[in-house]
């Protein structure tokens, strides 16, 4: 491919990219729609009914030659270490799934940010003591404003800023577990959906039993959109594909960063959430962190190749092949 193509290409990749980021970023508009459910039958359809639509996905794509559809299904069956990593992923995504929505939904999309603008740090701790990586000095010092931003939020909450923590903790589990497995990303997805299945339509069995069930009872609008929580789900996904096979993680991870800028930026201005001056500076602190962590990878990345999975990934805050923040 020629230069102009190769331009082309990355230009389609930052959008798509935008596209994915974005979506997450603005999930803090969505998910008070559903209401009056609360965020755990909310979790329940989410689970639902993006394993439909990620088995629609699967079963509408295109299948190299050589190869059945549904082939990786027994291949992976025959891989028990790849399920339990799988089942860990959806076990540490449905935390941060459910964190979020409650967090989202009683007033506190402010510290979902928090967690998301920490979640580079956190994956950097994650490579150091369970991968035994090395940082670099650069990546101490951002790993060390961070534990002092949160500090900061912790003395100005009086208590620690849980969510933030949960939230980073649980997506940068996910991560690790899915590095782990090396599963492409709609396959994961798929068996983790699975996975999430039973209990997801359990509950919503027990809330129907117990008259709690929000779902058909609030008019076609919201029935619609609980359902269209598998699709939003699941759209982000391809969209984050379509740009990292594009673009360099480097720049995948810059855009990531927009998730959270976008989540803050609804917390302060449409969901008027105060900010107040401890809270602040915690962001100002981790902020300051990540661009250390962020320039750092950027050198690494057109400088020291050898180097750069640790600060890259770092940024990106993901997995090669995520679900979805949030």
């Known amino acids: 491919m020629g230069e102009g193509g190769n331009a082309a290409e990355r230009r389609l990749g930052v959008g798509f990219g935008i596209a ?4 997450w970023g603005l999930f803090p508009l969505y998910w008070p729609l559903v209401k009056p459910a609360e965020a755990g039958e909310i979790l329940a359809h989410r689970m639902t009914w993006s394993l439909l639509a990620v088995l629609t996905l699967l079963a509408l794509r295109r299948v190299p030659a050589g190869t059945t559809r549904w082939g990786w ?16 992923a959806a076990a540490a995504i449905s935390v941060n799934w459910f964190v979020y929505i409650w967090a989202v939904n009683h007033g506190h999309t402010v510290d979902t940010a928090f967690g998301y603008f920490i979640n580079p740090l956190v994956t950097v701790l994650f490579g150091v003591l369970l991968l035994r990586e090395r940082l670099r000095r650069a990546q101490w010092a951002a790993v060390g404003i961070g534990a002092v931003a949160v500090l900061v939020l912790a003395v100005g909450y009086g208590r620690l800023p849980w969510i933030a923590l949960v939230l980073a903790a649980s997506f940068g589990s996910y991560g690790l577990l899915k590095k782990l497995a090396a599963v492409p990303a709609a396959e994961s997805m798929a068996v983790e959906s699975a996975m999430q299945f039973l209990p997801a339509v359990g509950y919503l069995a027990w809330l129907q039993g117990q008259h709690t069930l929000d779902f058909g009872h609030h008019g076609a609008a919201n029935t619609s959109l609980l359902v269209l929580a598998g699709p939003v789900t699941v759209v982000p996904l391809i969209c984050f594909a379509a740009s990292a096979n594009r673009l360099p993680l480097s720049v995948v991870g810059l855009l990531q960063f927009l998730t959270p800028i976008l989540q803050f930026l609804i917390g302060v201005t449409v969901q008027h959430e105060g900010v107040p001056a401890a809270r602040l500076a915690g962001f100002l602190i981790v902020w300051v962190a990540l661009v250390v962590l962020t320039v750092d990878a950027l050198r690494g990345a057109r400088g020291r190749p050898s180097s750069v999975p640790v600060a890259a990934v770092a940024v990106a805050a993901a997995e090669p092949e995520p679900h979805p923040a949030g």
């Open 73 to 88: 299904v027994g291949e992976l069956l025959r891989r028990p270490r790849k399920l339990l990593l799988l089942a860990g």
């Open 20 to 23: 994915a980021y974005g979506v």
